[in-house]
């Protein structure tokens, strides 16, 4: 009868701010048949809700690497990422969100399905995940574990696989990583590593699939990135450990055998008996009837999936276990912009963003978020990336409005909706009117449009608004109404029968004030030697901006820094690895637009979440 307590103080906590979360004035957009917009404006929080019928013909949902590969065709996965509008745009999707927490780089964290094909695997701690069916409608969730394995056919041993399509860690860490195209024309090995290129593979690599093929060549020790054939994978691992010895004994002509087991941790070995079985494929499609464990037919038949977490509805009911999934309570608890996930009792799935940029709207808790998703129908749901992150595009416009001074920030994967195009009246002359004088900060503006030579007001429903007015100016939701934030002069932009229309916009005011900046400093162990930690520099403005392209001096006392002088990056971060030579010391990081921040050598390690996201691509493994 424990539970009756933590009961009664959930219950409390919504009902606690129901003031705050209960319905406020929203306008409803259709987007196409099957896909409705709408965005609920209150006080002090903005929800953009996207609601998507999937039994709709033409109507469907995927994800996607936002780069179109992990490494967007470079060969580095640092280039990987781009912004979801940007993806929007150049596929044939009318709206998407960002989806799963990622490091650096364009692997996202956690799972990775898309059109049945797998580019990730899931975190290495249990974590929610979202996915759909064979057929693309019918939407569930699960908390998921991964176990990779790899043998070779008719001899003994066996070793395991940390990740599909991710940069190797560090030379000196056992690893091994399975590649396939979607990483990039050639493999992410470093030089020094083992890697062995395969061929004849029954392509595509999915979950709880049997992977098959013939050793083509094994190259030990190398120092360039080895072309992935096209019928085929780069296996590659760092020479250190039993990853690396266990390739030394492969030969051309050997025949591997590869399984990435994906289900809930207590169904893992039904995962791996369903790639194994002979009668895999009839056991798919006869899923109720079979004896292996549904969770894994599910996984191994998804045609989509994304990774998050953590979990916040279950059947119809709050369910949230931060901590079990590997967030800590500032992570659930603070008020921050927030994506989500989540299907109604009909199977409809709703993609749900909550604005968290001061002066425009205060972000929520968990708790919050999934007491909104309740309100809208939901009853089952998970938490995606959120922070930064936070994104919804519409055509090509982004509707929410970043928790970013630079813009939408570069993320490594999205989700998608795609339907019908709508057809676009013939000569129309849609414009947007430019208000009769500069709007003063602080003050609203009401916009109208003309299309057709009829005025119309900006919230008639055919008007998608972009959120962000260009140069910071301010914002306008989606009743038409501009919100003036800064003097200076910019653009807003909208959607009005088909076309992308913009009209200048000219605010007037006190000039804003320079904002100060400052930097918060984060140790992570280095994983290998045990006198050397990873420094993690983030540096971020009062209104929660990041302080992009900042130049940083970095100080060690009782050690030495790899670099001693950085600059941060377009999300404000940068790090560099510390060297300790003493039994005491510590870090100070000086920079002319901050004050120091010193952060001693035995701080202890933050948890990973959307606000400190993994510094390693190693992590994954």
């Known amino acids: 009868m424990r539970w009756f307590p933590l009961l009664v103080l959930v219950v409390f906590a919504v009902v606690a701010r129901g003031d705050e979360l209960s319905a406020a004035p929203s306008i409803a957009k259709q987007l196409a048949p099957g896909v409705v917009y709408t965005q609920e404006i209150g006080s002090s929080l903005t929800i953009n809700v996207l609601s998507i019928d999937l039994n709709v013909p033409g109507v469907r949902i995927d994800a996607a690497i936002t780069g179109g590969s992990i490494t967007s065709g470079t060969g580095n996965a640092s280039n990987g990422r781009d912004t979801?509008?940007?993806?929007?745009?150049?596929?044939?999707?009318?709206?998407?969100?960002?989806?799963?927490y990622f490091g650096g780089t364009g692997d996202p964290l956690g799972l990775g399905i898309s059109q049945s094909e797998l580019y990730s695997e899931p975190w290495t701690t249990a974590r929610a995940a979202f996915g759909l069916d064979a057929s693309g409608r019918s939407p569930f969730f699960s908390v998921l574990s991964y176990s990779g394995?790899?043998?070779?056919?008719?001899?003994?041993?066996?070793?395991?696989?940390?990740?599909?399509?991710?940069?190797?860690?560090?030379?000196?860490r056992p690893d091994l990583v399975v590649y396939s195209q979607l990483y990039g024309p050639t493999s992410g090995a470093r030089p020094g590593a083992m890697e062995v290129v395969v061929k004849g593979v029954n392509l595509p690599i999915q979950p709880n699939k049997l992977i098959v093929g013939t050793v083509d060549s094994v190259c030990p020790a190398s120092n360039v990135q080895t072309t992935i054939p096209d019928d085929g994978l780069v296996i590659a691992a760092t020479s250190h450990g039993a990853a690396?010895?266990?390739l030394r004994t492969l030969s051309p002509g050997d025949v591997i055998h590869f399984i990435a087991a994906i289900a809930p941790y207590a169904d893992l070995s039904d995962a791996s008996r369903l790639a194994m079985s002979t009668a895999a494929a009839s056991a798919a499609s006869t899923s109720r009837s079979s004896s292996l464990n549904r969770n894994a037919l599910l996984w191994g038949n998804a045609s989509t999936g994304v990774g998050g977490g953590p979990k916040l509805l279950t059947n119809g009911r709050i369910d949230i276990d931060a901590a079990a999934e590997g967030f800590d309570d500032g992570f659930a608890e603070g008020p921050h912009p927030r994506t989500a996930v989540g299907a109604t009792q009909d199977g409809k799935v709703l993609l749900v963003t909550v604005e968290g940029k001061p002066g425009v709207s205060a972000g929520v808790s968990l708790l919050d978020l999934a007491g909104i998703l309740l309100r809208f129908g939901a009853v089952n749901a998970i938490n995606l990336d959120g922070g930064g992150s936070t994104t919804m595009a519409i055509r090509g416009l982004t509707v929410n409005y970043p928790n970013q001074g630079t813009g939408e920030r570069r993320v490594a994967d999205a989700l998608l909706v795609h339907a019908p195009a709508s057809s676009t009246p013939a000569g129309t002359d849609a414009l947007i009117m430019p208000p009769d004088a500069p709007v003063t900060v602080g003050a609203t503006c009401p916009l109208k449009c003309r299309s057709h030579g009829t005025i119309i007001d900006g919230s008639d429903p055919r008007v998608v608004w972009s959120g962000p007015a260009t140069n910071g100016v301010g914002y306008v939701t989606q009743d038409g109404v501009f919100h003036a934030l800064r003097p200076g002069t910019g653009e807003a932009s909208a959607l009005l029968d088909g076309q992308r229309v913009t009209t200048n916009l000219s605010v007037v005011g006190p000039a804003a004030p320079s904002e100060a900046f400052t930097a918060s400093l984060k140790l992570f162990d280095s994983q290998s030697l045990p006198r050397r930690t990873k420094l993690l520099i983030r540096v971020t403005g009062s209104s929660g901006s990041p302080g992009a392209h900042m130049p940083l001096a970095v100080v060690v006392t009782g050690g030495s820094a790899d670099q001693t002088t950085l600059v941060t990056d377009e999300d404000g971060l940068a790090s560099t690895f510390i060297t300790w030579t003493g039994e005491q010391g510590w870090i100070t990081v000086t920079s002319s637009t901050t004050s120091p921040a010193t952060v001693p050598q035995n701080?202890?390690?933050?948890?990973?979440?959307?606000?400190?996201?993994?510094?390693?691509?190693?992590?994954?493994?």
Do not use: H, W, Y
């Open 84 to 100: 979801v509008r940007a993806l929007v745009e150049r596929t044939t999707a009318i709206a998407g969100v960002n989806a799963d």
């Open 149 to 172: 394995d790899l043998s070779v056919e008719g001899k003994p041993g066996r070793v395991a696989v940390n990740a599909i399509d991710r940069p190797l860690t560090r030379a000196d």
């Open 244 to 246: 690396g010895d266990f």
């Open 603 to 621: 701080a202890p390690a933050p948890a990973r979440d959307e606000q400190q996201p993994p510094t390693a691509p190693a992590a994954k493994g």
